[in-house]
């Protein structure tokens, strides 16, 4: 499995911005897709999951009602779209999945096996 993220940039406080994840090789039918953001000096964190199956979406509370996951199956393409960003949304932004996951394991890192290469998004204010 491969995933090839991509739509960071710079944008002002206030902005928004949309990130996409292609996931490519073999396909599951059920996977957890999540994004994780790392500022620099700070550890990986959780922003935002959702499940192939069943559709339900789970969010930082850094970012709920900002932030929108998503995913389009039929492309194998995961997004987030980011509104109202302010500065500390400043991070690389790494998008991953793990087939077969489990929901109690969906907020955290080692919950996931494959890895994109990370995305920057910079928010100035």
Do not use: H
């Not at 998503?70 to 500065?87: E, F």
């Amino acid at each position: 499995v491969q995933l090839q993220a991509s739509g960071g940039g710079v944008v002002q406080a206030g902005g928004s911005l949309r990130l996409s994840c292609e996931i490519s090789g073999r396909t599951f039918s059920n996977i957890n897709m999540g994004w994780f953001r790392q500022a620099p000096g700070k550890e990986r964190e959780f922003v935002a999951a959702i499940k192939r199956s069943g559709g339900n979406k789970y969010y930082a509370d850094s970012v709920e009602g900002r932030f929108t996951i998503s995913r389009d199956n039929a492309k194998r393409v995961l997004y987030l779209q980011m509104d109202s960003l302010k500065p500390e949304d400043t991070a690389v932004y790494y998008c991953a999945v793990k087939p077969g996951g489990i929901l109690s394991q969906i907020r955290i890192p080692d919950g996931y096996d494959y890895w994109g290469q990370g995305t920057q998004v910079t928010v100035s204010s």
